[in-house]
């Protein structure tokens, strides 16, 4: 919670209406009413609906005039037309938030642009802040409220994300969840009436929960702002800008009514601004994972440690086109590790470090783990392990090795999904983060260095 | 089975012995033997060792001379010097094919380099077929073969891999099988001794088992040979090549001896060729999943059916990047839409046609799947759904409306994997790829674009 911002009070709401509830599971007035109630939301809710009694076990109020308390955030599941009227109502009852999830507003032309413009009149008129229109909701996992009429529960984390797309945003949600990342704060933006990303950015930004902010993009005309706020805060930004193409645009125009723009200018922009762009949702995933759990590099130098070459040259493709450099390793570390084998070792010395069968073991792949990770030349050590059921995962030397050298660890097992949840907790636990590609770690020690970078930059 | 191929005694053996078995879990030789147990191999197993007497409860064998009966593979568990003097006893015995694990050859330099090529003369002194040396070895899960030393088991499938590293090659099997796509066999070709990448692409190409084939690739001196040998076989062929620059390549010598090559090279000789070029495992899996599980587009041109605008978006930049069109829809498909919904439906007509809120019942989301499906324009679909609590999957729908129309669809529907485990069964089973990210989804629909083109260009 941010002491006396605007958007707190739509985030951390004590008590919430939902205003044309219904008793059909297939209504979003209905589903908006479940997602609260599964998600535990601790304050007051209130179902309005003129003629209902009770949905789902709870007294249902006839207007909103009618609640005894005062109501902090309102969720609008009405149509397009009606939404006006209730968030007049809204008005008058001195509610200062509200979520519009209908749609036909001006995605759809002319007639909606009209209609959008009378909603924000409104709002202005009362001084309410609008989620949407166009929308999904909005997660405060933090506050368990679940104002979106998609009933789910995710695992809790230090992830925010700020979504132009609902679909996207829940694709996000599940993978994110799958690879054990756990979220904060999701907001759907809709057609952005009242608040652009820049707003969600900005309140995110001194959120204390929040410790890192994804943000699928399609495009906006408050872009400027969104990256001069993006820049000015001091947590990492990851964005997936997408809408390549004219026909992509136009997708994007019938969508939330905004022009996405050149993919290339964006890219530049952001780049300049230090915001982190990916390229798919593996991707963001990938970097807020790494983001979320791991310490901070002191410069890009990477030391591979292996025992199984391949997965070490994809990763080093990867890392070398995102501004990592694999630093050969010191003279020192090359002696040490041959004091370890005896002079000639079987493998090559250099990084990657592929001590191939000799690895197999977690102790022995401990000790030239540690050795890769000691180097001075080294900044993060992006460690690769192949399971093999007769011998353990190196997971407890991995933790180690990250303590005693005090540098970051990003984890590659290869492995079914199954078997990596204890090793994922384990090791993430302990700040290593886990992912089961070489593509993966690479793109989240990528993330690492580039964030790392910015904060030295800004420090200059 | 291939009648007659060199490589089918190698694939399809009756009998295989493993020379240097061990008794304790932690070595090559015991793993070897382990794996072919829990493979569940049929035929006959013979460990070899001078001293053992049994191993894993099994009788062991003191020389290869001592085994009464014709041995079709050995699989050769000893180091570098030791796998020498085994192959000439193989060659004695009339063995034909064998694996050599060991590595300490051509990849550590000049020594290594001298001792792989007296291991090449012994091989063609006795006519013997070799897979390796320095590779994990083979499986063909047609004939329960697992002769590798990482024990494992995985799901049978049309599948069929090459992979130039065993690290990258069990990456892939895992993250394949957890994406339901089953193996047929897999070899990791190590230093290449006797068999080249085209070798085993010309088996494969003529095995009735194997329907798509999986190539990863960090170089080859035969890349002439192999892109010909895919050029001519009637299978797709899809190909991750690693080592894009200079560092990358010095590891990739120093691993299997090879220096990658440009990847730009390589890259305009797959199109050349018709090998479908992709740059990571996900892209790998999505490829190989699609082709082998859904019928062929008659054409480039797809048509996306979706009820949220954001994965389609993203669906779009990744097929229009990958030589696919997104036409406009019929005007009878127009007309048609509209006769469903009334006069101006309140979503855009257009492709992607996104049906927003009237898309959550399944019956609905068919009925608009089967119009984008019948349109003529149309090729292939793209099928979109994010799961909700109180709705169901549309999946009977979708393989309704592909048995219809007669054309490929492949799915996306955004969810944890734990709740599409039995979606994507149904939908498999009905040859409807499914997958849990729009790029997954793109990159799978791409594919088969690809190589629909590909078989319409050959037949000219």
């Known amino acids: 919670m941010v002491g006396g911002h605007e958007l707190d009070n739509i985030f951390y709401p004590k008590s919430v209406a939902v205003l044309g509830v219904s008793d059909s599971r297939q209504r979003v007035g209905y589903n908006l009413f479940e997602s609260l ?3 535990g939301f601790p304050g007051s809710l209130y179902p309005v609906h003129p003629r209902l009694e009770t949905v789902l076990g709870r007294r249902v109020y006839h207007s909103l005039a009618e609640i005894p308390e005062k109501v ?11 939404t006006l009227a209730a968030l007049e109502e809204c008005g008058e009852k001195g509610v200062k938030g509200a979520v519009c999830v ?10 909606g642009a009209a209609l959008e413009e009378e909603l924000r009149a409104i709002a202005r008129r009362y001084g309410i802040g609008l989620i949407g229109p166009n929308t999904l909701g909005l997660i405060n996992n933090d506050a368990d409220l679940y104002a979106t009429f998609y009933p789910l529960r995710l695992p809790k984390g230090p992830v925010s994300f700020i979504s132009q797309s609902g679909g996207m945003g829940l694709t996000f949600m599940h993978r994110a969840a799958d690879a054990g990342l756990g979220l904060n704060k999701w907001v759907g933006v809709g057609n952005r009436s009242t608040f652009e990303f820049a707003d969600y950015l900005a309140y995110f930004g001194q959120d204390p929960t929040t410790k890192v902010i994804g943000i699928f993009l399609e495009g906006t005309e408050g872009a400027a702002r969104m ?8 947590k990492p930004v990851v ?10 645009d136009y997708a994007s125009l019938t969508h939330t009514g905004t022009l996405a723009g050149s993919y290339r200018v964006y890219r530049d922009i952001f780049r300049q601004f230090g915001l982190y762009a990916v390229e798919s949702v593996a991707q963001m995933v990938a970097a807020l ?31 070398l086109s995102r501004g990592c450099s694999l630093p050969p390793l010191a003279a020192a570390t090359l002696e040490a590790i ?49 399971e093999h059921k007769n011998w353990r995962f190196p997971s407890r030397e991995l933790v180690q090795a990250k303590e005693r050298a005090g540098k970051p660890i990003v984890a590659c097992y290869a492995s079914r999904d ?43």
Not at 72 to 82: Q, T
Not at 292 to 319: C, F, K, W, Y
């Open 37 to 39: 109630l599964q998600g």
């Open 72 to 82: 902090d955030l309102a969720l609008l599941a009405l149509n397009e037309r009606a």
């Open 102 to 111: 209908a749609g036909g507003y001006r995605e759809v032309g002319e007639a």
């Open 227 to 234: 990256v001069r706020v993006a820049a000015a805060i001091a």
């Open 239 to 248: 964005v997936y800008k997408v809408g390549r193409g004219e026909v992509t």
């Open 289 to 319: 994972k790494a983001l979320s759990l791991a310490p901070l590099p002191q410069g890009n130098r990477v030391g591979i440690m292996t025992h199984t070459a391949g997965p070490s040259i994809v990763a080093a493709d990867e890392l």
């Open 338 to 386: 041959e004091r370890l084998t005896g002079p000639s070792p079987p493998f090559v010395l250099k990084n990657p470090l592929d001590v191939a069968g000799l690895g197999f073991a977690a102790e022995a792949y401990g000790q030239y783990l540690e050795l890769v990770a000691q180097d001075p030349g080294v900044d993060l050590v992006l460690a690769i392990y192949c």
């Open 418 to 460: 199954e078997f990596l949840e204890e090793e994922r907790k384990l090791l993430e636990h302990h700040g290593i983060p886990l992912f089961g590609t070489p593509e993966e770690a690479a793109w989240g020690a990528a993330a690492l260095v580039a964030w790392a970078e910015r904060l030295r930059r800004k420090a200059k």
